[in-house]
T-cell receptor, first 114, second 116 residues
Framework: AQSVTQLGSHVSVSEGALVLLRCNYSSSVPPYLFWYVQYPNQGLQLLLK??????LVKGINGFEAEFKKSETSFHLTKPSAHMSDAAEYFCAVIIPTSYDKVIFGPGTSLSVIP | GAVVSQHPSRVICKSGTSVKIECRSLDFQATTMFWYRQFPKQSLMLMATSNEGSKATYEQGVEKDKFLINHASLTLSTLTVTSAHPEDSSFYIC????????????FGQGTRLTVV
């Protein structure tokens, strides 16, 4: 069965510091990988995705993630945290042939300290 | 990108009543739609997969008689929470796929259901 794990349910960084949110997946076939952000009382916003091609993908708001097949990881980074980055972040996968069924990780709550 | 519209965004209902949530794909045909539930401070859990013209497939532990799903057309799926109770209060969100494997899923804005 496919699964997604996110190390650290809560991450706190100082404004201007590096943001690193970890994501590992388990799948019998190479999945497509996504990061979503959710602000309080709002829906989901797609940050970035990896399907094929270049393993380092850039997304919105300065975020990027690198797919490492050997490590089954897809960690999310941002060089310099901004107060507006405080939100819940979900790593997710779509298994090819699943007709776009998304499997979510447990989420990481990011706090940014001024 | 493709747009999915979910309505209503918020609803409050009395215990014992039923509530219908609509999920529409506005600019594409969605052969498959998915319904998720999110409890406070938790992740999104898949409730069911809705296929146009056929019965929905429910995940283990989801009561199909309580959460009625109808996917009558290629652009509309509905979730009806029947005989709602306070424990059904949650954030419900739908997603739609274009049917092409490997594409991203497109999410609705979500519905905050509060049962009083």
């Amino acid at each position: 069965a496919q699964s997604v794990t996110q190390l650290g349910s809560h991450v706190s960084v100082s404004e201007g510091a590096l943001v690193l949110l970890r994501c590992n997946y388990s799948s019998s076939v190479p999945p497509y990988l996504f990061w979503y952000v959710q602000y309080p009382n709002q829906g989901l916003q797609l940050l970035l995705k990896y399907t094929t091609g270049a393993t380092l993908v850039k997304g919105i708001n300065g975020f990027e993630a690198e797919f490492k097949k050997s490590e089954t990881s897809f960690h999310l980074t941002k060089p310099s945290a901004h107060m507006s980055d405080a939100a819940e972040y979900f790593c997710a996968v779509i298994i090819p042939t699943s007709y776009d069924k998304v499997i979510f990780g447990p989420g990481t709550s990011l706090s940014v300290i001024p | 990108g493709a747009v999915v519209s979910q309505h209503p965004s918020r609803v409050i209902c009395k215990s014992g009543t039923s509530v219908k949530i609509e999920c529409r794909s506005l600019d594409f045909q969605a052969t498959t739609m998915f319904w998720y539930r999110q409890f406070p401070k938790q992740s999104l859990m898949l409730m069911a997969t809705s296929n146009e013209g056929s019965k929905a497939t429910y995940e283990q532990g989801v009561e199909k008689d309580k959460f009625l799903i109808n996917h009558a057309s290629l652009t509309l799926s509905t979730l009806t929470v029947t005989s709602a109770h306070p424990e059904d209060s949650s954030f419900y969100i739908c997603s739609a796929g274009t049917g092409q494997t490997g594409t991203e899923a497109f999410f609705g804005q979500g519905t905050r259901l509060t049962v009083v």
